[in-house]
């Protein structure tokens, strides 16, 4: 009997370990999908509303660095 619960013991720990990996894993997707729904938002603004006279230069650079995507 203690054999057994042993096992499973290790069994759930193993489990544990697998899903905080997963969980790691996800917060870094999430951090990567923020930021582009930030990007869009923003870029939405400048669409509906037109860009803000000091982010013409930033968009100049951002327009460099996709072309080289």
């Given at each position: ?65 996709r072309?080289?995507?």
């Amino acid at each position: 009997m203690d054999f057994e619960l042993e096992s499973k013991v290790i069994k759930l720990e193993s489990m544990i370990t697998v899903y905080d990996e997963h969980i790691q894993e996800l917060e870094k997707e999430n951090k990567v999908l923020e930021e582009k729904i930030k990007f869009l938002e923003q870029q939405l603004n400048y669409k509906s509303m037109g860009r803000p006279a000091e982010d013409l230069d930033m968009q100049a650079f951002l327009s460099i660095g996709r072309n080289q995507l």
